[in-house]
């Protein structure tokens, strides 16, 4: 097992003297290797080819800054990510894979049908039940462009969210001075092993493509015997703008996308400015309910009325329980024109007598 102690990540493996070699890998031509300028006896694959940026980096700090400033309630260190000194141009590796593939397939079809169980005569419940039927066939497909991450410095969840913008099409070939000032990532990944993820990602592919061929409700898909041709793996480098920041004791990665310059990052939440944000919230919604309930039922004694009828019938309007007479006197209605000529209400009808 690899542990990195900055970010955490592991990878499992088995040595090399116990690893178990894949025959396709094996009857693949090695690739050409580089040496370090230092003499590290260590040499890796050279890249085949390289993607460029169309961000330019006052863009990319730009959109970084922005981003930024959309997330309330953040860290300082986030709020000026885009002066961040390791704000860098950096090329992450990918293992690109091709190959042509033929899967022989055997499977069951299931079809829902309704029948009639539990009483005699037909009158029973209706349950639907499944009638399988056997389904085999061949399937063919042409993988052009399996990437594969082979680093594992950055999170996973990034770097997937990474490569639904690159465009592969746009690799050119590789050329050493393309690198100048620029960040390269090297490879943490060894090709076999990217050779194992990409046939398991060409796997699921070819079984999504099994279950459409069956057809039916349901499908159960117990043998897939898939065998590869043209088998080809390319190194290529990826662009991306990335800039890290401390918190809490941890470096956390933001990253901008080189060709479409989307923002990808953990957006950590600043526990002070927060706690801040809870207590002024919480003294507005106290100090409407308070200024609501006293205008509801702290009205000053002028406003009231006092005398007569009308202070009975506001009284008894303002209880949860007014009596029909009370609410129709509450009631405005047309006054007459003479005052001999007015309705009586029931109230007043009731106090005179």
Not at 40 to 62: G, N, Q, S
Not at 266 to 295: D, N, Q
Not at 327 to 332: M, Q, S
């Amino acid at each position: 097992m690899l542990a990195c102690g900055v970010c955490g990540t592991e990878l499992h493996g088995r040595p090399a003297s116990r690893r178990i070699a894949d025959p396709d890998w094996v009857a693949l031509e090695p690739k050409p290797r580089l040496r370090y300028a230092d003499d590290t006896p260590e040499a890796i694959v050279a890249p085949d080819a390289l993607v460029p940026f169309a961000v330019e980096r006052a863009t990319a700090r730009r959109l970084l800054r922005d981003w930024a400033r959309r997330r309330p309630f953040a860290p300082r260190e986030l709020r000026r990510i885009d002066e961040s000194t390791t704000f860098r141009a950096a090329f992450v590796p990918h293992w690109v894979w091709q190959a042509r593939t033929r899967s022989r397939f055997k499977a069951a079809r299931g079809e829902h049908y309704w029948m009639r169980v539990g009483a005699a005569g037909g009158k029973g419940s209706r349950v639907r039940a499944l009638r399988w039927r056997p389904a085999a066939g061949t399937v063919d497909r042409d993988f052009t462009g399996v990437a594969i991450p082979a680093t594992v410095r950055l999170e996973g969840r990034m770097l997937a969210d990474l490569m639904r913008d690159w465009r592969l099409g746009n690799a050119l070939p590789f050329r050493m001075e393309q690198l100048d000032g620029c960040w390269v990532q090297r490879y943490d990944l060894e090709p076999e092993v990217g050779l194992e993820l990409a046939k398991a990602r060409m796997a699921a592919a070819v079984e999504r493509e099994v279950r459409i061929r069956v057809g039916g409700d349901e499908q159960h898909v117990p043998s897939i015997d898939t065998a590869y041709a043209g088998l080809g793996y390319r190194l290529v480098l990826l662009p991306v703008w990335l800039a890290s920041y401390a918190h809490r004791g941890r470096r956390r990665m933001v990253a901008v996308h080189g060709e479409s310059g989307r923002v990808l990052g953990e957006r950590p939440w600043s526990a002070v400015k927060l706690g801040i944000g809870i207590f002024l919230m919480l003294a507005v919604s106290g100090l409407i309910l308070y200024f609501s309930r006293l205008s509801a039922f702290g009205a000053p004694n002028s406003q009231r009325v006092r005398t007569g009828r009308g202070y009975r019938v506001e009284m008894n309007y303002r209880r949860k329980r007014a009596t029909a007479p009370a609410n129709r006197a509450c009631t405005p209605r047309k006054r007459a024109s003479h005052p001999r000529l007015r309705r009586r209400t029931p109230l007043e009808f009731r106090e005179r007598q």
